[in-house]
């Protein structure tokens, strides 16, 4: 895997073979489990399950990649996913989830701070953009956003705000972008998977 387009597209195939197996997560507070689907997986498990299927499916080499690797000037921040051979990766890349219904099919009203909030301390989008421009990584570095469509709730909106704010901050290379469809849950039914190379300014 060399280019993101490739890395967008391997991601949202592995969405859809793990969500086949229909994968069950549970509530983190009750323990009640939910609906069979990838859809209700926290974003650390979905990362998980979807990069160890990348690695079955051959797309990503057993020894071609990391989850959760110290920053090298800041190592108590971990980086989802690096990529080639450590320390020097060819890819560093932020994963971030936008799911803007839950499980119940209520609105998720929290999660756009996830996306778009510019205070470090929410750990969003938008500021690990410049988190990644200032790593220290010799390497390329991108962001990665995946999510789920709903009719009354389209992701596009709230990624056009996350392209018009983090441009504000750094330069944000060409939108890469792939369906993800059918999945076997009943409200979190298809997704999309976005990414960026991120540029300092």
């Known amino acids: 895997m060399e280019e993101l387009d490739e890395l967008t597209r391997y991601f949202a195939e592995a969405m859809e073979s793990v969500d086949a197996r229909r994968p069950i997560a549970s509530n983190a507070r009750t323990g009640a489990p939910y609906s069979p689907g990838i859809g209700p997986h ?5 990362v998980q399950l979807v990069t160890e299927e990348m690695e079955r499916q051959g797309s990503i080499q057993v020894e071609g990649f990391q989850l959760e690797v110290p920053y090298p000037d800041t190592p108590w921040n971990k980086c989802d996913l690096c990529i080639g051979v450590g320390p020097d990766w060819d890819w560093a890349v932020e994963i971030k989830m936008l799911r803007l219904m839950g499980d119940n099919g209520k609105p998720n009203d929290n999660i756009l701070m996830h996306i778009l909030s510019p205070y470090p301390e929410h750990r969003s989008a938008l500021t690990d953009c410049t988190k990644l421009s200032n790593a220290g990584f010799t390497g390329r570095t991108a962001l990665l956003i995946y999510g789920y469509e709903y009719a009354e709730w389209p992701m596009e909106p709230a990624i056009k705000s996350f392209e018009i704010l983090a441009d504000q901050y750094v330069a944000l290379g060409s939108r ?4 993800v469809k059918p999945l076997v849950h009943p409200i979190h039914k298809s997704g999309r998977v976005f990414s960026w190379e991120i540029f300092a300014k």
């Not at 926290?42 to 979905?46: D, F, G, L, S």
């Not at 890469?176 to 369906?179: A, F, I, L, V």
């Open 176 to 179: 890469n972008h792939s369906e």
């Open 42 to 46: 926290t974003e650390r498990a979905t």
